[in-house]
């Protein structure tokens, strides 16, 4: 058996570099155009169910079919709806984010961010838009 191969620890510079990059950059652009309104959706999704159930009493109490009521649905439609943005999200990163992290950490673990004037080194996401440091 061989030992692992020894890794060198990445540095503070490396971090700010790989931080102020235009594909971090770009991955949080996509994280956040996903995450924040299927957020706002599902706490207003949540939100009214509580509401509902609070302030509306004989609506959530209408019966649908036997004893299932429309309160004993829309509860139930939060756990659907939970699956269902899970299912969502991860089709999303799979699709969207995680080739550019992916990307990302091999070039952090072959320590490209570290390599001034080398192959790979990537310019900081103000300096590529002629932006001020």
């Known amino acids: 058996m061989t030992p692992p191969a020894e890794r060198r620890l ?3 510079e490396e971090y700010r570099e790989a931080q102020a990059s235009p594909e971090f950059v770009e991955l949080k652009r996509r994280f956040r155009r996903f995450a924040f309104p299927m ?7 949540y939100l009214l169910y509580v509401l509902l159930s609070t302030y509306a009493p004989d609506l959530m109490a209408t019966p649908v079919f036997g004893n299932i009521n429309l309160g004993i649905l829309l509860g139930l439609g939060q756990f659907v709806s939970t699956f ?6 991860v089709a999303h ?5 995680d080739p550019i992290s992916d990307e990302m950490r091999e070039r952090l673990e072959h320590h490209e961010y570290a ?5 790979g080194v990537t310019r900081g996401a103000d300096e590529t838009r002629g932006g001020r440091h």
């Open 115 to 119: 390599r001034p004037g080398g192959v």
């Open 93 to 97: 990163a799979n699709k969207r984010t």
């Open 39 to 45: 957020t706002v959706a599902f706490l207003a999704w």
């Open 84 to 89: 269902v943005i899970t299912h969502v999200y």
């Open 10 to 12: 990445l540095t503070p």
